[in-house]
C-alpha cells in the first residue's frame, strides 16, 4: 500500500522560507503525479502545486506562483516543495498527495493517497 511521509512544516516570520518533504513508500515518485494542498481554517482545501513526470513544468496556484518551487530527487524518491517569502495568508496544513497515473491535477478528489499534513504558520 502507498504511504506518503510529510515533514519540514513549521513556525517562520513573513518573508522567510521552508521547504516540505514528502517521501512516498511502496512506489517511486517517477510512478506518481505528487500534489501539494494546504487547508486553512475556516477555508477549503485549496490546490498549491503539482508535479509529475508525463508532464513539463510543475502547476503552480496563481497564489504561489513565482514564490514556490516543487521539484523531485528520483534517488532520495523524494518531492520537495520550497517556499521562499512566505506569507502570513501561507498559514494552513499543508498536505502532499498522490494521484495515479501521473497526470496533474488540481481536483483533490482524484488524488488516491494523501500525508497526514504538516502545520506551516507564518507568524512575527
Known amino acids: 500500500e502507498v504511504q506518503l511521509v510529510e515533514s519540514g512544516g513549521g513556525l517562520v516570520q513573513p518573508g522567510g522560507s521552508l521547504t516540505l518533504n514528502c517521501t512516498p513508500s511502496?512506489?517511486?515518485?517517477?510512478?506518481?503525479?505528487i500534489g501539494w494542498f494546504r487547508q486553512a481554517p475556516g477555508k477549503n482545501r485549496e490546490a498549491v502545486s503539482c508535479?509529475?513526470?508525463?508532464?513539463?513544468?510543475?502547476y503552480y496556484a496563481d497564489s504561489v506562483s513565482g514564490r514556490f518551487t516543487t521539484s523531485r530527487d528520483i534517488a532520495e524518491n523524494t518531492v520537495y516543495l520550497q517556499m521562499d517569502r512566505l506569507k502570513f495568508g501561507d498559514t494552513a496544513v499543508y498536505y502532499c498527495?498522490?494521484?495515479?497515473?501521473?497526470?496533474?491535477?488540481?481536483?483533490?478528489?482524484?488524488?488516491?493517497?494523501w500525508g497526514e499534513g504538516t502545520q506551516v504558520t507564518v507568524s512575527s
Open positions: 511502496g512506489i517511486t515518485v517517477h510512478e506518481l503525479a
Open positions: 498527495a498522490a494521484h495515479m497515473p501521473p497526470l496533474c491535477t488540481a481536483d483533490a478528489a482524484m488524488y488516491d493517497y
Open positions: 508535479i509529475a513526470t508525463s508532464q513539463g513544468a510543475p
